[in-house]
């Protein structure tokens, strides 16, 4: 049974949250070219480590707020709890983040808009 | 498939001294069980192979057995981390059927239990398969009319399939509540009848037995640490015993699936989930059906020593413990006393979990990757071990001449990019 | 003599369907420990406002919402919860909760607020008694502890299968806010919990 520090409620029983699975998930903007290859690692295809994980989870009994949440999936030590729309801060959690091929993905890559230049 | 290639395989087995029968069973009785071959050598690695299996589960060691019996290659190695079948193999409720809803599913579950029914024989080997009917039960007007359209679809595709009402289900099964008034009333099922369970542990060492004895060896306590390529082609695996040197390289490791795939960094869409199971204290034959229910989220059936298995969904995040945490039994075994009042009274002795790799459309993957050379044979989620036997025989094909075959085929990975999914998630039976 | 036969309560009850008082208790129990009473009227009202608009919200309805997530204050016979970094719960007299938000939505704030009347969708129950964390721990997995849960203490949470909102007014008494659809379920759960420490549950105001 995992107890989750709900930033908003405290500790709580998992039993009051849902998971959301893989954290840092960015969508490619709209107005992509990426071919489906690369759509499909946004679309389906998820960072699934043995040891640190980033994830967001849901206060679903609770407040309902989401939150991202940095997890060792073989002891489930919660390492890190961080607002949702932040990156970790703790340096194991830095570290998942920065390793996770999603970093270096087309994908990511077409979720930030291209810089306009004036002509 | 031809039955040819089975039976050819099958034979080579029996041309074997170790073969078990009613004669040698007489003859090391007469010198007090004393004489009984290994089962399976304990091999140490080669410095090369033809091809490696990557985990000595259900599905590795019997791909690794249709490679040597009907595809010939004998100089191939099982490599397993722990010890063979002690993964999910050794941990699920064994539960086998093949009344999913696709064609593509009828394709693959359908092939595997064409094959378990001659299973014993093939590997001369007793994995008690025992088709005892596996019956799913509903508890809706909405579920009635799912089970009808899946009931249609599974006999389309020519597989066994009678819709049951509730006095139907009573007589078949007497010890199930089926009053109007419990939380979920039974309202129908449908029954596979040729579908049921077999000894888990049974499958793992009758493949290894029978895949030792055309000369493959197992390494087992062997774990692999990296994946060697040359540009687009593997070469080897490296591993705690040193590297191995081969030009083929089949991964069948589950929930480790996406440990290997990053080794050679293919994306796979795998979530690891732990999957529970339990059993109560053992008694006396009380039901002689395996029984699911989605809507109540439980499966449960009786085994040869007379423990009710039982089982749920996954647990809602990733893990690798091998445990799974409590509220999911409790919440199961709550539903299942509300089916089956008999088990209130019943102790349950032992609870335990795997590592299920789910895929987004709950259908396996069994796929060749962008390097050649390199396969995988995964995403079978928490629906692996029925399929053990037609998992292991398409992907032996598969390796073997490196292009799936037509039961194959849909299991791509490439299907996630295509959009062509196979979306099995009801027919799973467990929640993901 | 007073009138102690069961009546059927009727009206703007979430127990409409039940005959009450009901008390459970073992035989050997004298009086209940805890005493179970819908609050019925009741208005309630969510409000959604960030901390640029809460002044003026506090100001408009009279409540204080100066509060942290899961922190109530009463005055004046209202009582404010704060539920999330942006959301209140407020509870006044039946019938303000009309008057409150029409006061809202044509305030300047209007277009930087959320109003929404949940008199009827949530029902909320009185608990009372020296046994009532007794009850409540055995569905809810919060710390229950009087130090840890004490007056204006509140929490969005489970109680078995219901979800609910648990708020301390004092050491021995509580609210507990649930969906008006979970009411029976949650008032059942209640009796069958309840019955080793005897429980009384009555109509309410």
Not at chain 2, 323 to 341: C, K, R, Y
Request: with cysteine.
């Amino acid at each position: 049974m995992l107890k989750i520090n709900c930033p908003i409620c405290g500790n709580r029983d998992e039993t009051e949250f849902s998971c959301g699975g893989e954290a840092h998930i960015a969508r490619p903007i709209a107005d992509n070219k990426l071919t489906d290859t690369a759509f499909s690692e946004y679309l389906f295809m998820r960072d699934n480590p043995k040891g640190v994980f980033l994830e967001r989870w849901c206060h679903t009994s609770g407040c309902r707020r989401w939150f991202n949440l940095a997890r060792d999936t073989i002891s489930h030590e919660i390492i890190e709890i961080y607002p949702m729309g932040q990156t970790p801060k703790t340096a194991k959690g830095k570290k998942a983040y920065q390793a996770n091929w999603r970093r270096k993905s087309k994908a990511e890559a077409a979720s930030k808009p291209a810089k306009r230049t004036v002509k | 498939m031809a039955n040819t290639d089975l039976d050819r395989g099958s034979r080579a087995l029996t041309q074997k001294s170790k073969r078990y029968s009613i004669f040698s069973l007489a003859r090391n009785a007469a010198s007090y069980h004393q004489n009984w071959q290994q089962a399976w050598r304990h091999a140490d690695p080669k410095p090369a192979y033809d091809a490696v299996i990557i985990g000595g589960g259900g599905h590795g060691l019997a791909s690794a057995y249709y490679l040597a019996s009907i595809h010939g290659m004998t100089n191939i190695a099982v490599i397993e981390k722990g010890w063979l079948g002690g993964g999910n193999t050794g941990r699920n409720t064994t539960i086998i059927r093949s009344n999913y809803m696709w064609d593509e599913s009828a394709g693959i579950y359908e092939h595997a239990l064409k094959l378990w029914e001659r299973l014993s024989q093939d590997l001369n080997f007793n994995v008690m398969f025992s088709q005892r009917g596996v019956l799913t039960i509903t508890h809706s007007e909405h579920e009635l009319k799912g089970m009808s359209r899946r009931v249609h679809a599974i006999r389309l595709n020519g597989i066994d399939s009678d819709i049951l009402t509730p006095a139907e289900i009573k007589k078949r099964v007497p010890t199930i509540n089926i009053s109007p008034d419990i939380r979920y009333p039974v309202m129908g099922g449908f029954l596979q009848k040729r579908g049921g369970t077999a000894r888990h542990d049974a499958v793992a060492w009758g493949y290894a037995r029978a895949a030792d004895d055309l000369g493959v060896d197992i390494i087992q306590n062997c774990e692999v640490t990296g994946l060697r390529r040359n540009g687009g082609q593997i070469t080897g695996i490296e591993t705690s015993k040193g590297f191995i040197k081969t030009p083929k390289v089949g991964c069948v490791v589950a929930g480790h699936s996406s440990v290997l795939a990053d080794m050679a960094n293919i994306r796979l869409p795998i979530a690891s989930r732990p999957l529970q199971a339990l059993v109560s204290e053992p008694i006396k034959p009380i039901l002689d059906t395996v029984i699911m229910s989605n809507a109540v989220h439980m499966y449960i059936s009786q085994s040869d020593k007379g423990e009710m298995v039982l089982g749920a969904g996954v647990d809602k995040y990733n893990s690798y413990a091998q445990t799974g945490s409590w509220p999911v039994p409790e919440h199961m075994v709550a539903a299942a006393v509300d089916l089956f009042p008999f088990l209130s009274r019943l102790r349950m002795l032992r609870q335990w979990g795997g590592i299920v790799d789910t895929c987004p459309d709950a259908s396996p993957i069994i796929s060749k990757t962008d390097i050649k050379g390199l396969y995988f044979n995964c995403g079978w989620g928490t629906g692996g071990f029925k399929s053990t036997p037609g998992s292991g025989h398409v992907f032996a094909d598969l390796i073997a001449h490196d292009r799936p075959n037509s039961i194959a085929l849909p299991y791509s990975l490439k299907r996630f990019e295509t959009g062509y999914l196979i979306d099995e998630h009801g027919a799973a039976g467990v929640a993901h | 003599m007073a009138d102690t036969s069961p009546h059927m309560v009727i009206g703007n009850s979430a127990f409409s369907n039940r005959i009450l008082p009901i008390i459970k208790k073992p035989e050997s129990l004298k009086t209940p420990q805890i005493e179970l009473s819908e609050i019925r009227h009741l208005g309630k009202l969510n409000i959604r406002c960030t901390s640029k608009t809460r002044d003026m919200v506090s100001k408009l309805t009279q409540c204080n919402l100066s509060l942290q997530p899961n922190q109530s204050d009463s005055k004046a016979g209202r009582i404010a919860l704060c539920l999330g970094p942006d959301e209140y719960l407020i509870l006044a007299e039946q019938g303000s909760e009309i008057q409150l938000k029409k006061t809202l939505n044509s305030s300047d704030i209007v277009k930087q607020i959320a109003v929404t009347n949940v008199s009827d969708a949530l029902c909320a129950l009185s608990l009372s008694g020296k046994k009532v964390r007794d009850l409540l721990a055995k569905g809810c997995p919060i710390d229950l502890h009087p130090d840890s849960f004490s007056k204006n203490q509140s929490a969005q949470c489970d109680l078995a299968l219901a979800n609910v909102i648990l708020i301390c007014l004092e050491e021995d008494a509580f609210i507990c806010i649930c969906r008006t659809s979970f009411a029976e379920y949650v008032l059942d759960w209640c009796l069958d919990a309840g019955f080793e420490f005897g429980i009384s549950a009555s109509a309410g105001i």
